[in-house]
């Protein structure tokens, strides 16, 4: 019943103030993430041998001999590092990362006016507030080209009193491989280490149910040659926070929950609501229909899986089954350059010489008691052969082969194709080997604006009804403080985009885009404003809005005397315009002296109201002779002339009559 989804909404911890079988569920919720983590074994592993290509982890060799070459060509290394150099820059610009779009009319402006404080406010959050962000994005980054995915995790820290995104990668984040995708899998969970310490301040907290949960369990470690520490204080517990659906209310419904629980002794540490109730759907009964779950985890991902796994490919799949044949490939050739330059072979019985192994130092002769006859027919050398030139030729193309899946090709990475090869030439191989990234980079936009719009949500929910902003744009002084308000962040006014643009150039690129640009104003039909804006964005200079700021040019010859003449015609209509009042005044003046005189040959005048009305007019053609003379001057402009006009007291007389 949606009573009770809203008293355990206002609860900080259902566990520990709802009498629940928590054995069970925390039973439940530990078997669902082991059963996760083997839908996904095969993928695990093949991100292991990944994770040591990457690494270039080196294992010791005893064949074809002890000590024979283990050398690790970095083709994994280097495709990751061209990816991060070219994906971060082009997703995290230097100018405002996040842009605020207006959705529908906007008459007055007033949307305009919250996108802009929107997009000043979020870029301030994400560069400078949330101080976590950027790094990790750049960590993240370097990740997800060999794994293939990464996560981020979007949320509102009590502790902190403002939003975090941590980046997590698919170590730390566990999903069936079954699923769809992430919105929609029945259990997301994040794997949290925390020792005795980090647990105790949350239950200290009243966040956590003070459970025992044992001794922490030492993993064995996954980078071969080191062994498992003895356990102590700093021993980290693998603590799962599981983003899954339970029936608390007992409704037959699954409503989304976050349950907490040591995934060593399956002990519940905590449960709170996994949905926003504003968003619930009941029927008039308070009966649930829907419980949308809320979506802390964004999926950042390179290549989607052919199979429809939720994981998808990196370049550990891809490139990793070429790089270990490059490997075998280049150790080969070493070996065999190893066998040739050492020799050896058989010495026959006719060498009269001593028994025992021959060393020879350098520039050495040994003295035997035999011909060098002899010495010919009883020494045989091993058939040794030289590298093979074969094989030298298959470790290039392999070598090419991966580089065009990784998009390091020579013209990707800076170097010069050749000498005689034109600049033209050279910028369509160069966008021809883009292909690949582009389509990466649209994927990583998307996932970024889906992290911004996580964001937006957290704001329009925890924002202070105004928030004050001191750096915008600079430094700004306590009476220049932007604010920002809560009513700002409105889905049905504003839409969140990222400031990255939707297809990728480099800066190159983008300068001589912006240079054609500038070279189309001599036309007459380009704003010399908007494309000097495109120039300073291509430079990616910073204050693009203060260097626009330019102080007008001073009026032209053709505009002074044009004012001047508006101007001088305003004050003539003015002129003309009283006059027709004076005239106006003067006959109505006229028609109450003869209507007085009328009325006095008649019946008695009523003198004193007549003489009151005439006093009224003629001070009144007093004031517009006063303002006739005012208005003589051609250099008074029309807003000057154009004071607040007194009320029409004659039209009130007139009506009154």
Same mark, same amino acid.
């Not at 009026?555 to 027709?580: G, R």
């Given at each position: 019943?949606?009573?009770?989804?809203i008293?355990?909404?206002?609860?900080?911890?259902?566990?520990?103030?709802?009498?629940?079988?928590?054995?069970?569920?925390?039973?439940?919720?530990?078997?669902?993430?082991?059963?996760?983590?083997?839908?996904r074994?095969?993928?695990?592993?093949?991100?292991k041998?990944?994770?040591?290509?990457?690494?270039?982890?080196?294992?010791?060799?005893?064949?074809?001999?002890?000590?024979?070459?283990?050398?690790k060509?970095?083709l994994?290394?280097?495709?990751?590092?061209?990816?991060?150099?070219?994906?971060?820059p082009?997703?995290v610009?230097?100018?405002?990362?996040?842009?605020?779009?207006?959705?529908?009319?906007?008459?007055?402006?007033?949307k305009?006016?919250?996108?802009?404080?929107v997009s000043?406010?979020?870029?301030?959050?994400?560069?400078?507030?949330?101080?976590?962000?950027?790094?990790?994005?750049?960590?993240g980054?370097?990740?997800?080209?060999?794994?293939?995915?990464?996560?981020k995790?979007?949320?509102?820290?009590?502790?902190?009193?403002r939003?975090?995104?941590?980046m997590?990668s698919?170590?730390?984040?566990?999903v069936?491989?079954?699923?769809?995708?992430?919105?929609?899998?029945?259990?997301?969970?994040?794997?949290?280490?925390?020792?005795?310490?980090?647990?105790?301040?949350?239950?200290?907290?009243?966040?956590?149910?003070?459970?025992?949960?044992?001794?922490?369990?030492?993993?064995?470690?996954?980078?071969?040659g080191q062994?498992?520490?003895?356990?102590?204080?700093?021993?980290?517990?693998?603590?799962?926070?599981?983003?899954?659906?339970?029936?608390?209310?007992?409704?037959?419904?699954?409503?989304?929950?976050?349950?907490?629980?040591?995934r060593?002794?399956?002990?519940?540490?905590?449960?709170v609501?996994?949905?926003?109730i504003?968003?619930?759907?009941a029927?008039k009964?308070?009966?649930?229909i829907?419980?949308?779950?809320?979506?802390?985890?964004?999926?950042?991902?390179?290549?989607?899986?052919?199979?429809?796994?939720?994981?998808?490919?990196?370049?550990?799949?891809?490139?990793?089954?070429?790089?270990?044949?490059?490997?075998?490939?280049?150790?080969?050739?070493?070996?065999?350059?190893?066998?040739?330059?050492m020799?050896?072979?058989?010495?026959?019985?006719?060498?009269?010489?001593?028994?025992?192994?021959?060393?020879?130092?350098?520039?050495?002769?040994?003295?035997?008691?035999?011909?060098?006859?002899?010495?010919?027919?009883?020494?045989?050398?091993?058939p040794?052969?030289?590298?093979?030139?074969?094989?030298? *030729? @298959? /470790?290039?193309?392999? +070598?090419?082969? !991966?580089?065009?899946?990784?998009?390091t090709?020579?013209?990707? $990475?800076? %170097?010069?194709?050749?000498?005689?090869?034109?600049?033209?030439?050279?910028?369509?191989?160069?966008?021809?080997?883009?292909?690949?990234?582009?389509?990466?980079?649209?994927?990583?936009?998307?996932?970024?604006?889906?992290?911004?719009?996580r964001?937006?949500?957290?704001?329009?929910?925890?924002?202070?009804?105004?928030?004050?902003?001191?750096?915008?744009?600079?430094?700004?002084?306590?009476?220049?403080?932007?604010?920002?308000?809560r009513i700002?962040?409105?889905?049905?006014?504003?839409?969140?985009?990222?400031?990255?643009?939707?297809?990728?150039?480099?800066?190159?690129?983008?300068?001589?885009?912006? *240079? @054609? /640009?500038?070279?189309? +104003?001599?036309? !007459?039909?380009?704003n010399?404003?908007?494309?000097?804006?495109a $120039?300073? %964005?291509?430079?990616e200079?910073?204050?693009?809005d203060?260097?626009?700021?330019?102080?007008?040019?001073?009026?032209?010859?053709?505009?002074i005397?044009?004012?001047?003449?508006?101007?001088?015609?305003?004050?003539?209509?003015?002129?003309?315009?009283?006059?027709?009042q004076?005239?106006?005044?003067?006959?109505?003046?006229?028609a109450?002296?003869?209507?007085?005189?009328?009325?006095?040959?008649?019946?008695?005048?009523?003198?004193?109201?007549?003489?009151?009305q005439?006093?009224?007019?003629?001070?009144?053609?007093?004031?517009?002779?006063?303002?006739?003379?005012?208005?003589?001057?051609?250099?008074?402009?029309?807003?000057?002339?154009?004071?607040?006009?007194?009320?029409?007291?004659?039209?009130?007389?007139?009506?009154?009559?």
């Amino acid at each position: 019943m949606i009573d009770d989804l809203i008293k355990f909404d206002a609860m900080q911890n259902i566990a520990d103030e709802v009498d629940l079988d928590l054995d069970r569920i925390g039973s439940d919720v530990v078997e669902g993430f082991e059963a996760d983590l083997v839908s996904r074994q095969g993928w695990d592993g093949d991100m292991k041998l990944a994770m040591d290509l990457a690494l270039q982890i080196k294992e010791k060799k005893t064949f074809p001999w002890e000590g024979a070459s283990n050398v690790k060509m970095p083709l994994m290394t280097e495709a990751a590092m061209h990816f991060n150099s070219m994906m971060y820059p082009a997703l995290v610009p230097s100018v405002d990362i996040v842009k605020g779009r207006i959705v529908g009319m906007d008459p007055t402006g007033e949307k305009q006016q919250s996108a802009i404080r929107v997009s000043k406010h979020m870029s301030f959050q994400v560069l400078e507030e949330m101080e976590e962000w950027e790094e990790e994005m750049d960590i993240g980054l370097m990740i997800q080209p060999i794994l293939g995915n990464m996560y981020k995790k979007a949320y509102y820290d009590n502790n902190k009193v403002r939003n975090v995104s941590e980046m997590l990668s698919p170590k730390e984040f566990v999903v069936n491989y079954n699923a769809k995708n992430i919105e929609s899998a029945f259990r997301k969970t994040h794997i949290i280490p925390m020792n005795k310490n980090d647990i105790r301040k949350e239950v200290l907290a009243g966040n956590f149910i003070d459970a025992d949960l044992g001794s922490p369990v030492q993993k064995d470690k996954e980078i071969k040659g080191q062994t498992p520490s003895k356990t102590d204080l700093s021993t980290p517990y693998d603590i799962l926070e599981v983003h899954t659906y339970l029936d608390l209310d007992e409704d037959d419904l699954l409503e989304p929950y976050i349950v907490t629980v040591d995934r060593s002794s399956r002990k519940v540490l905590r449960i709170v609501t996994g949905f926003d109730i504003d968003q619930v759907l009941a029927d008039k009964n308070g009966a649930i229909i829907d419980a949308p779950q809320e979506q802390y985890f964004i999926k950042y991902g390179f290549i989607p899986n052919p199979d429809g796994g939720v994981l998808d490919l990196g370049l550990g799949k891809l490139l990793g089954p070429t790089n270990e044949s490059v490997n075998t490939l280049i150790n080969q050739l070493i070996d065999a350059g190893t066998r040739s330059n050492m020799g050896g072979g058989f010495i026959g019985r006719g060498m009269r010489i001593k028994g025992g192994v021959l060393k020879f130092s350098m520039g050495e002769y040994k003295q035997v008691d035999s011909s060098g006859m002899d010495l010919s027919r009883n020494i045989v050398h091993l058939p040794v052969n030289q590298p093979s030139n074969v094989l030298f *030729q @298959l /470790l290039g193309m392999l +070598i090419n082969a !991966g580089q065009r899946i990784s998009s390091t090709l020579d013209s990707q $990475v800076g %170097e010069n194709p050749g000498q005689n090869q034109k600049a033209t030439t050279s910028a369509i191989v160069q966008e021809a080997g883009q292909k690949i990234f582009n389509g990466i980079y649209k994927r990583c936009l998307r996932s970024l604006k889906k992290e911004f719009k996580r964001l937006f949500y957290l704001n329009s929910k925890y924002l202070p009804a105004e928030s004050y902003l001191n750096v915008l744009d600079g430094k700004f002084p306590p009476e220049l403080q932007r604010v920002i308000k809560r009513i700002d962040y409105d889905m049905k006014s504003v839409n969140i985009i990222p400031a990255a643009d939707s297809s990728y150039q480099s800066q190159s690129q983008k300068m001589t885009k912006a *240079q @054609l /640009l500038m070279q189309k +104003i001599g036309t !007459g039909m380009v704003n010399p404003k908007v494309a000097m804006r495109a $120039v300073l %964005e291509a430079e990616e200079q910073p204050n693009i809005d203060q260097i626009m700021n330019v102080p007008p040019a001073p009026p032209s010859m053709e505009t002074i005397q044009f004012e001047h003449n508006a101007k001088l015609d305003w004050a003539k209509y003015q002129l003309d315009v009283i006059k027709a009042q004076q005239d106006d005044v003067k006959i109505q003046t006229e028609a109450i002296l003869n209507l007085a005189k009328a009325e006095g040959e008649e019946r008695g005048s009523n003198l004193n109201e007549y003489k009151a009305q005439l006093e009224f007019l003629l001070a009144r053609s007093k004031q517009l002779g006063e303002r006739a003379a005012s208005i003589g001057s051609p250099e008074q402009g029309r807003d000057e002339s154009m004071e607040e006009s007194e009320p029409d007291e004659m039209g009130e007389a007139e009506s009154q009559e």
